[in-house]
């Protein structure tokens, strides 16, 4: 019995000095490796709500919403193009020919009733006579014209019979590009006889020769006998002289061959 008592005192003593049982500790979480060398990420902050600087309308329920119009965007610089510098070529190049005095006398005139043909001397008045070797058109001085395209023989003075003091110098002759069918025969030239002055002159011996196109100024009538007036001629067959009545347009035939008109007549302003 002794015995059984010094155990029990023993064990009792023992239990006495022990210190008292620590805290439960919580169960540890073991994390994969991988995640063991990274902290977990920093949650994303709140996003920030913008303030905005202009005042913002109150929508009251039950009242009607204010249109509002939409501010505009702002609009972008306007695009300015790159200045380039002009540099001048050291080319040299020839200057351009004066106008010629025949494109200060246009516009062309106007068409006559024979419809191939232009007004020889817009304003005039037929006035041809028996005997002549053309037909005569008085009026004051003033352009006279081209009836038809044609190439320039000559425009200078001389080639008339009136050589006078009063009488104005300047005669021009054209050989026209299409002949004027006359009863079987070919009108291949016209001539203007007392011109006061020409458009342009040419020399007959001139080597390169002028074209005018129909209505084309040629220069301006003068006075030949003490009337102001022009001469116009119709020549034959290739003939290029007034010296051959077969190969000349009476007066008359060349008043049929501009449209049919009579002595009196005044030709069309234009």
């Known amino acids: 019995m002794r015995f ?11 239990c006495a000095s022990e210190p008292p049982p620590k805290p439960a500790m919580p169960p540890v979480v ?8 990274h902290a977990a990420p920093a949650p994303a902050p709140e996003p920030t709500p913008s303030v905005d600087t202009e005042p913002s309308s109150l929508v009251v329920p039950g009242e009607p919403t204010p249109s509002v119009a939409p501010s505009a965007a702002p609009s972008a610089a306007p695009w300015a193009a790159p ?4 540099v001048p070529t050291t080319t040299s190049t020839s ?4 106008a010629s005095p025949t494109s200060l006398l246009l516009p062309l005139s106007g068409p006559l009733r024979a419809p191939k043909l232009r007004n020889p001397m817009p304003g005039g008045v037929f006035a041809g006579y028996v005997g002549d ?5 008085v009026g004051s001085p003033r352009t006279v014209y081209a009836i038809a395209a ?3 023989d000559y425009a200078e003075k001389g080639h008339t019979r009136w050589t006078g003091p009063k009488d104005s110098p300047y005669c021009v002759r054209l050989t026209l ?10 009108v291949t030239h016209a001539y203007y006889a007392h011109l006061s002055s020409v458009a342009f002159e040419q020399a007959e011996s001139a080597k390169s020769k002028r074209h005018v196109e129909p209505g084309q100024a040629l220069g301006t009538s003068g006075v030949a006998r003490g009337v102001p007036h022009l001469h116009l001629g119709l020549l034959l ?3 290029v002289e007034q010296d051959d009545w077969a190969f000349i347009l009476r007066e008359g035939e060349v008043r049929a061959v501009l449209g049919g008109y009579v002595n009196g007549e005044t030709l069309p302003k234009s």
């Not at 059984?4 to 023992?14: R, S």
């Not at 070797?133 to 058109?137: K, R, Y």
């Open 177 to 186: 590009d299409e002949p004027i069918t006359w009863k079987g025969r070919r």
């Open 150 to 152: 044609a190439t320039v």
């Open 30 to 37: 073991r994390i994969p490796w991988p995640m063991r060398r």
């Open 95 to 98: 200057p351009a020919p004066p």
């Open 133 to 137: 070797t053309g037909l005569d058109v």
């Open 4 to 14: 059984l008592a010094a155990v029990v005192a023993a064990v009792v003593g023992a």
């Open 83 to 86: 200045s380039v510098s002009v």
């Open 237 to 239: 067959d290739g003939e």
